[in-house]
């Protein structure tokens, strides 16, 4: 077969979500198929910090969208298909929610989840520019005509799948589950002397809750800040509240609920972290909050069990899918229950190690590798190769 992917996400400097999902399930193609030719369409050159996968049978060709106007759109549903066709390709996969709609080839789309379909739902209520409205029209309506023109629809989880035939109307046989993982570098770690070295970096104590922040208000982190104030004393003296921040949009305004609430001296905010920190910030912390509105999967819970790190969850979407009984479940609308939760798990030590056993085990079920092998047989049903 020759395979394009729409690779754009490679070159894209926000980490996290497509790019993750980009990097990881291309890597492991590029492990597993050594058979198939590939095609990886970036928007842009590739400098040293982009991870393109070395093998003979995979190549890269620069398809340009950074006009500040029209260069993603343009890209995707003039130039993607230009070179789709010339390329003689045998089907197009678009790993990121978004996909061409006039294609001479099979096509396939990955929808991680329906949070876009509902996103005013989370929206910060700041004023949104044209530019972006434009594009917020486009990521409502493209997806919608991309999952009924495709031949097949990947996602993440059933609870993903059960949502997009339940809002879109796509048949249940038309969607394929490929479950992510964590990246093969979050694992448990016994190096104290690493583990001490993190803290002293990032200033933190040998006791601290961990959590990840982003830009977006559905990760709920005004709720885990309103539980952590409600902790009993004793434990805000024990535990600090470290909020690790992937992008700086929401920060300022947690601060500032932080300061009025008294707990400035209790919880540390931490930017710019690479991956390789993360590692060991999750083998340091006592505990790891995922008070998560709605997810498609998780990652992040799956992350900090790699690491042997004892987790409480939200109860929501696929997050019980994902981690089953490896983790403490909670309501993540209210912030009494997340506050006895955490509570009662940093009281019990006993539960902890059994969070951390159940954790690591359930970890090992999702690998990138299993995820491309089943990428793989999606696309040999599409094409019939």
């Known amino acids: 077969m020759r395979i394009g992917i729409d690779a754009r996400f490679l070159t894209h400097p926000q980490k996290g979500g497509f790019k993750t999902y980009t990097e990881n399930l291309i890597s492991a193609l590029a492990e597993v198929d050594k058979d198939n030719s590939y095609i990886l369409f970036l928007d842009r050159p590739a400098d040293q910090h982009t991870k393109l996968p070395q093998q003979s049978n995979f190549t890269c060709r620069v398809i340009p969208g950074e006009n500040p106007v029209y260069g993603m759109p343009w890209r995707e549903q003039i130039g993607l298909p230009h070179f789709a066709a010339k390329d003689r390709l045998d089907l197009l996969h678009s790993p990121c929610l978004t996909a061409p709609l006039r294609l001479k080839c099979e096509s396939i789309v990955t929808i991680h989840d329906m949070i876009w379909f509902s996103s ?5 209520r700041a004023p949104v520019p044209f530019k972006r409205k434009l594009m917020n029209w486009y990521y409502s ?10 031949s097949l629809v990947l996602t993440v989880s059933q609870a ?3 949502r997009i035939t339940q809002k879109l109307g796509i048949p249940a046989e038309k969607i394929f589950v490929t479950y992510e993982a964590a990246s093969p570098i979050f694992c448990q770690t016994q190096d104290v002397e690493q583990i001490g070295g993190i803290r002293t970096k990032y200033n933190l104590p040998s006791d601290y809750i961990l959590a990840i922040g982003s830009a977006d208000p559905r990760k709920n982190i005004t709720t885990l800040v309103q539980a952590y104030a409600q902790l009993p004393a004793d434990l ?9 921040w992937t992008h700086p949009l929401m920060a300022d305004t947690l601060m500032r609920q932080v300061k009025d609430l008294g707990l400035t001296e209790c919880v540390r905010f931490l930017m710019h972290v690479p991956d390789e920190d993360l590692v060991l910030l999750f083998n340091g912390a006592s505990l790891f909050v995922f008070p998560s509105l709605e997810e498609g999967f998780g990652l ?3 992350e900090a069990m790699a690491c042997g790190t004892p987790c409480v969850a939200a ?13 403490v479940l909670f309501d993540s609308d209210d912030p009494r229950a997340l506050s006895e939760t955490i509570a009662k798990v940093l009281r019990d030590d006993k539960l902890r190690y059994e969070l951390t056993k159940k954790g690591l085990k359930r970890a090992t079920y999702f690998s990138w590798e299993k995820c491309a092998l089943d990428t793989i047989a999606a696309y040999k049903q599409v094409t019939g190769k």
């Open 300 to 302: 992040p819970p799956l």
């Open 236 to 244: 805000k003296t024990a535990y600090q509240l470290a909020i690790v």
């Open 160 to 162: 993903s799948k059960d």
């Open 120 to 124: 005013s739902n989370y929206s910060a």
């Open 141 to 150: 309506r493209v997806p919608q005509l991309a999952a009924r023109k495709s």
């Open 315 to 327: 109860n929501n979407s696929s997050i019980p899918e994902v981690v089953e009984d490896a983790a």
